[in-house]
């Protein structure tokens, strides 16, 4: 991660973020090298840091999170209820399988990952990351909204061809209303979809103009928001390849408010396996829905 010039708090916030992924300690070289920081600015920040207890100077002089961000924790709580079991049932699923596992927040306008258990980073997936709302990104957040909601949000989209990709749009909701999740396929293969998806999912963090950001949020699409398999693909028995198995924790208002998504990334998966997934994400997903006051839709 590199910093264009910023304001002194963009730079604290890197450090800490910096420190959050490497739990076993940066020497201050190698923080100061990550955030493109002269050693001597690095230096008064981890000072003020270390006053307040957020960081802690190892015995080898490397650096790593204090237990002072543990203040931090109550607030944190308070504004996320749900992190707590959500925490378990992630850790569940990646017992269960072995898969990473990662719960996303749906906000008004994005939709951002806020835990990650497993191994997630390799595909560019972590706490932080987040992609528009727009068509097709936002399908499974969109997918129980009225008439009139959806049809807004498919008039957002960038198409050229706005009433084809549409109805083929309505139909994808409508099969995962049907099915009470989506099963995400696979463009190529596994290593190059991870390493296409990785490289995506950074440079859509980044402030790009608006014509680009388009452009990459289009291949993200390609690669993983537009191969959702249908109900009557599903119902077959045979193998199909599967990148992500994506399912929403309901609100009151009985609309999705999170979304808890099994990385499968496998190139064959057989219908006895892709049915306890369901299973045992959709119970996940129950779960946390009953702890918000939420429940499924009656259709």
């Known amino acids: 991660m590199s910093l264009a010039p910023s304001p002194p708090t963009s730079r604290v916030i890197a450090i800490l973020e910096t420190l959050a992924t490497t739990p076993e300690g940066l020497s201050a070289v190698e923080i100061a090298r990550r955030l493109?920081?002269?050693?001597?600015?690095?230096?008064?920040?981890?000072m003020t840091l270390r006053e307040q207890n957020y960081v802690e100077r190892l015995d080898d002089r490397s650096y790593r999170l204090g237990f002072g961000v543990l203040r931090l924790l109550n607030g944190v709580a308070r504004s996320f209820p749900l992190l707590g079991i959500a925490n378990d049932e992630l850790n569940r699923l990646h017992a269960k399988f072995g898969f990473g596992c990662t719960l996303a927040r749906i906000n008004a306008d994005r939709q951002e990952v806020i835990l990650a258990v497993g191994s997630t980073q390799s595909f560019g997936i972590a706490p932080g990351v987040s992609v528009p709302l727009q068509p097709p990104?936002?399908?499974?957040?969109?997918?129980?909204?009225?008439n009139e909601d959806i049809e807004r949000w498919l008039n957002s989209a960038w198409w050229h061809d706005p009433n084809l990709r549409g109805k083929h749009q309505k139909k994808v909701m409508f099969d995962i209303r049907k099915i009470g999740l989506a099963v995400h396929g696979i463009q190529n293969n596994v290593n190059e979809t991870i390493n296409q998806l990785r490289e995506l999912l950074t440079s859509v963090q980044a402030e790009n103009p608006k014509d680009i950001l388009r452009t990459k949020l289009d291949q993200l699409a390609d690669i993983v928001g537009t191969r959702i398999y249908s109900a009557d693909e599903l119902s077959t028995r045979e193998c199909l390849g599967v990148s992500h198995i994506i399912a929403p924790v309901f609100g009151p208002e009985k609309q999705p408010r999170y979304l808890i998504s099994l990385h499968v990334m496998q190139d064959e998966v057989s219908a006895d396996d892709l049915q306890q997934y369901y299973e045992?994400?959709?119970?996940?997903?129950?779960?946390l829905s009953k702890q918000i006051g939420g429940s499924l839709p009656v259709s």
């Open 280 to 287: 045992e994400l959709l119970a996940s997903t129950k779960v």
């Open 137 to 146: 990104h936002g399908t499974i957040a969109m997918a129980w909204r009225s």
């Open 36 to 46: 493109n920081l002269s050693t001597s600015t690095l230096s008064l920040i981890l």
